[in-house]
């Protein structure tokens, strides 16, 4: 079977996407803030260099992709070239963290590896925001897509929330610990109680995929590795379950001394 068939696409809005690649470099000029970009797998005219010049310095993710992938988001002449944008600004950790010092505040930040599916981040993404968590960190890549269905899944969440995105999370994770937080790996890998960790210090609690884990090169990252109790059959909770366990750790261990 032709594997272009299997390709299943839900079509965006038009509103959340732009074709062409004029149209696209005059949107990242504009300072439009874009999630990712499909690319025609052959492009290489001078405005498609142009357009991956454009791109050098920023976090949105490129995918070279066949012209019958494109085809299936739009029936319009898109020149090889989409850009879906992102509903929210990307927020830069470096930035958050010097300001959360200065007003005083005991940082906090859930960091998601290879979490894609958009119901799992808009649930997570939902429980962050009523515990006071400061910001989501996500990957460029291998990442869930910021676009409608995330909004709607957080229910408003992510219009208060703010996103980070990184080329290299590996390297993020190492800022973190440079910056004073202890980085806390969710595992299986470890016998060690989630309760059993001081979590009143500046911290980011690292989520990995359901299907995969946490990166092996970023749980090296990690200073601290916990894992949730199973008493029955079923080996792991669902990754927003699973985050929302500790993120509530956090709040009642913070409450418990008038930590903020």
């Known amino acids: 079977m032709d594997k272009i068939a299997n390709y299943k696409t839900r079509r965006p809005k038009e509103s959340e996407m732009i074709f062409g690649l004029h149209a696209v470099i005059e949107a990242i000029d504009a300072g439009k803030t874009i999630d990712k970009i499909l690319l025609r797998r052959d492009m290489s005219s001078q405005l498609g260099r142009e357009l991956l010049t454009r ?24 020149q090889g070239v989409i850009a879906f944008l992102s509903p929210v600004e990307f927020y830069r950790v470096e930035d958050l963290i010097p300001m959360l010092y200065e007003e005083g505040k005991t940082p906090f930040f859930v960091v998601l590896d290879g979490v894609t599916d958009v119901r799992n981040f808009g649930a997570i993404a939902r429980t962050c925001a009523c515990a006071g968590v400061h910001a989501i960190i996500i990957g460029t890549h291998g990442s869930v897509p910021i676009n409608g269905d995330a909004m709607k899944t957080s229910v408003g969440a992510l219009h208060t929330l703010p996103v980070c995105k990184t080329d290299n999370l590996q390297a993020t994770l190492r800022y973190l610990k440079e910056s004073g937080l202890s980085v806390i790996a969710a595992t299986e890998h470890t016998d060690r109680l989630y309760t059993g960790v001081d979590m009143t210090q500046p911290l980011a609690i690292v989520m990995g995929s359901e299907e995969k884990g946490i990166y092996p090169a970023n749980l090296d990252e990690c200073t ?7 008493a029955g059959i079923i080996e792991s909770l669902n990754v927003s379950v699973a985050a929302g366990v500790l993120i509530y750790e956090v709040v009642r261990q913070r409450s418990a001394i008038g930590s903020h």
């Open 224 to 230: 601290e590795r916990v894992c949730i109790p199973m």
């Open 55 to 78: 791109l050098k310095d920023t976090t949105t993710a490129v995918q070279r992709v066949p012209v019958e992938k494109l085809n299936q988001y739009t029936d319009k002449n898109h």
